[in-house]
């Protein structure tokens, strides 16, 4: 990393900018495919970097309310994977929505993905990538209802 000033513009981690960062979330990737016992919370991983940036990763509707509900899940339920299975045969095929206007909120969380990048021990990196999702939900909250609303719509018995 260069320059200790320099921040990402997303997220707001220190780095030497969004190219910066989004290497970070590659070395994410790699210690998560390359490692079994990093790799239990990846898609909490991805959703959590998703909303941290929304600009790259969220921005059709579809991508938006994918990335949304699966933090939402991950935060608020005991099944998140039958929830996500949910969701993506919901968002599947021609669907109209739209994505909100207020996206993405001015913070988006106290913690960064630099917070879990700085450690090796796999049972640490599961707890900050937890802290690091916690925070991120928080900076979310304007979207929680909306998040409820798409998980309850995509769980909805089909006719």
């Not at 608020?76 to 109209?96: F, M």
């Not at 929680?144 to 719509?153: D, G, T």
């Amino acid at each position: 990393m260069s320059g200790a000033s320099s921040r990402c513009e997303r997220c707001g981690t220190p780095t030497a900018g969004a190219e910066a960062c989004r290497a970070l979330f590659d070395d994410l990737l790699a210690r998560e495919f390359g490692d079994y016992r990093f790799a239990r919370l990846h898609r909490l991983m991805v959703d959590t970097y998703a909303l941290q940036h929304p600009e790259e990763y969220m921005k059709s509707a579809k991508s938006f309310a994918a990335h949304l509900t699966g933090m939402c899940a991950a935060m608020e339920t005991d099944d998140p994977a039958a929830i996500n299975q949910a969701v993506q045969r919901w968002l599947n095929g021609p669907k109209t929505m739209d994505r909100p206007a207020d996206v993405p909120p001015g913070k988006r969380g106290d913690l960064t993905i630099s917070y879990v990048h700085e450690t090796s021990e796999p049972d640490e990196y599961l707890r900050r990538i937890q802290e690091w999702a916690r925070s991120t939900w928080a900076a979310w909250a304007s979207h929680h209802a909306l998040a409820r609303e798409w998980i309850a719509l995509a769980r909805r018995p089909r006719l």
